[in-house]
């Protein structure tokens, strides 16, 4: 009886390590196995890029540099750059019988100010005409009277925490009143983002005027609150800049708007159907999204019925191969890589065009009926088309940043500042300028009636 207990004390204790076991390794598992469906990775990591190879690492890892990697260190200042110099020595008794060097070690330290602003004040004297008692006063610079309180500098800082860093109003208050000791009012904060926009509407428009004409445009839009009304967010962008355009509609309405009926480029987006309908009415070439296809494919790849399962993982082998095959482009030569992908494509759409017989596999068959199957391989032929619409949304997750913090906008005027400071910060960014710079040298050119700086 005695053996009894002890046998069945022992094979509890092995079955509670084996369930402690097993669920380390389901946790393993599915952190293996994240793709867009059950993390917020994007479509397209989910097979379009290669695997990384993860080497073992025996033990825990320490945090930090490790062994054999690369220091990276930040570079001193210049001496120009300097505004200080404090120098500390021993003292005469502790530096007996020491021979001091023309050496020193070097603690380079950053403080803020003890005022972080000036405060000027512009006088223009008054004069009485002593006949008629009409009262003149001297003029003013433009940026002056137009400034009011707040400088080119200061307008432009609160404006870059508004659109750049996705504060809203109380926090940019609440910046300014701790940090800085300034108390300034909602309204005087609000008053100066609608200069800036005032500012960047050239820029911005010269850029919508250009957007029809680009031969290669991705797009993507996504959801925004005005005044808790829902409107659309939208992004047209090149590898030079990005513009976003705020609508009421999600419909190709908007495309037709802004892109005109003559667009003659390629089109990268998703399969929404406001891009179908705008390719069909005007003859626009499409890109769709490959890492969209991924996306349904692998949802019917994970379906329960068996032979649309079956289905699904033939095609997405297929995908695989032709992702493999364009991460090793610049290892093949021209003609191995056309013909390797003639081969995946003619395989792809073969397998593609023989559905079995359940609703959605003829749904997802029906893109790909005739000539419409070329608006997915348009990237073969044309190599500055790219395959998936992956830059444009990695373009407007700003966007969504902003929204999910600040909540949305309050009518038309916030609707263009948004705008045109998304389009100004991610254009800076995509050219490596300072978006803060462009923002203070439009609001300069804006009040003194120079020339305005351009995004391009």
């Known amino acids: 009886m005695k053996d009894k207990d002890a046998i069945i004390a022992e094979l509890t204790k092995q079955n509670a390590l084996l369930v402690e076991e097993n669920k380390r390794l389901q946790e393993r598992i599915a952190q293996l196995e994240k793709n867009s469906n059950n993390s917020s990775k994007p479509p397209s990591s989910d097979i379009v890029k290669p695997r990384r190879i993860v080497r073992k690492v025996r033990g825990k890892r320490k945090r930090g540099g490790q062994p054999g990697h690369r220091k990276f260190q930040r570079q001193s200042f210049a001496p120009e750059q300097i505004d200080q110099v404090i120098e500390y020595e021993l003292r005469d008794r502790d530096a007996r019988g020491l021979v001091p060097l023309d050496e020193w070690k070097i603690v380079q330290q950053v403080n803020l100010p003890e005022k972080m602003y000036t405060v000027t004040e512009h006088r223009a004297r008054k004069y009485r005409n002593p006949k ?69 509407q050239p820029a911005y428009e010269r850029l919508a005027e250009r957007l029809p004409h680009e031969p290669h445009l991705g797009i993507d839009e996504t959801g925004h609150k005005d005044n808790g009304k829902l409107h659309w967010t939208w992004c047209f962008q090149t590898p030079q800049y990005s513009m976003f355009h705020i609508d009421a509609s999600r419909g190709s309405g908007v495309l037709e708007t802004v892109l005109g009926q003559d667009f003659a480029g390629v089109i ?12 069909r009415l005007f003859d626009v070439r499409m890109q769709y999204c490959l890492a969209h296809l991924i996306r349904d494919v692998r949802f019917l790849a994970e379906h329960i019925t068996q032979q649309l399962a079956c289905w699904g993982k033939e095609l997405l082998d297929w995908l695989k191969k032709l992702f493999c095959t364009l991460h090793r482009s610049d290892k093949l030569t021209a003609k191995g890589f056309a013909r390797n992908m003639k081969h995946i494509k003619q395989g792809f759409l073969k397998r593609m065009r023989r559905p079995p017989n ?40 700003h966007t969504v940043i902003d929204r999910r913090i600040t909540q949305g906008t309050r009518g038309q005027a916030g609707m263009r500042l948004c705008e045109r400071i998304w389009t ?18 439009s609001i300069v050119a804006h009040w003194t009636h120079q020339c305005y700086p351009e995004l391009l």
């Open 358 to 397: 359940h609703p959605l596999a003829r749904k997802l068959a029906k893109r790909f009926r005739g000539k419409a199957a070329d608006d997915y391989f348009r990237f073969l032929a044309d190599p500055e088309v790219e395959p998936t619409n992956n830059g444009t949304e990695r373009q407007i997750r």
């Open 132 to 200: 008629t008692g009409k009262i003149h006063i001297a003029p003013m610079p433009d940026a002056i009277a137009k400034g009011g309180l707040l400088g080119a500098d200061m307008t432009a800082a609160i404006a870059f925490l508004k659109g750049g860093c996705h504060m809203s109003y109380s926090t940019i208050q609440q910046f300014f009143k701790e940090l800085m000791q300034l108390d300034l009012s909602r309204g005087v904060l609000c008053k100066a983002t609608l200069k800036v926009s005032q500012s960047l």
């Open 268 to 279: 990268c987006a998703d399969y929404w159907g406001a891009y179908r309908k705008y390719a």
């Open 424 to 441: 100004t910060i991610a254009t800076c960014k995509k050219q490596n300028r300072n978006v803060f710079d462009f923002i203070h040298q």
